[in-house]
């Protein structure tokens, strides 16, 4: 059998057209978690961000964590009353919106616990928004929970 060369335009064509839909089907199967849902409220509380942030690095007595097998320990200021602590550890995984976790800020000896029994394997952004009766911090990393070490 053989094709003249408006048979193989055609068959040109359609290969192009079928082609562009399996992408179109393959982008729109595609999942894409933003990082919150209220973009634009979150932008406009940046400033508030970046305050809290600096008042966090000029403590004398700075917040730290640790991140071992059990889970994540964090250490609050001792100078600080723990009466007085409030706030949010929010664990944000880039990669699957479906792990995200959040926790208030609930410390025994200014030291708080989260058990790696809560928390999925995977890389997450530790942010921790506290408050010390009227003055609030900011304080964020990148850690990942592994439970095979």
Not at 2 to 29: E, R
Not at 92 to 110: A, G, I, M, R
Not at 128 to 145: A, R, S
């Amino acid at each position: 059998m053989k094709l003249n060369w408006g048979t193989g335009i055609a068959i040109l064509y359609i290969g192009f057209v079928a082609m562009i839909l399996v992408l179109v089907v393959m982008s729109t199967n595609q999942k894409i978690d933003l990082v919150t849902d209220n973009y634009y409220a979150e932008e406009l509380r940046f400033q508030d961000k970046i305050n809290k942030t600096k008042r966090a690095k000029a403590l004398e007595d700075p917040l730290k964590w640790e991140v071992n097998e059990t889970g994540i320990l964090i250490h609050y200021p001792k100078s600080f009353s723990e009466k007085n602590l409030t706030g949010k550890v929010n664990l944000y995984c880039p990669s699957d919106d479906s792990k995200d976790l959040s926790f208030e800020v609930n410390s025994t000896n200014n030291i708080q616990f989260v058990p790696s029994s809560k928390i999925p394997e995977g890389r997450y952004h530790l942010q921790i928004d506290w408050k010390n009766g009227d003055e609030t911090y900011w304080n964020e990393d990148l850690i990942v929970i592994n439970k095979n070490l």
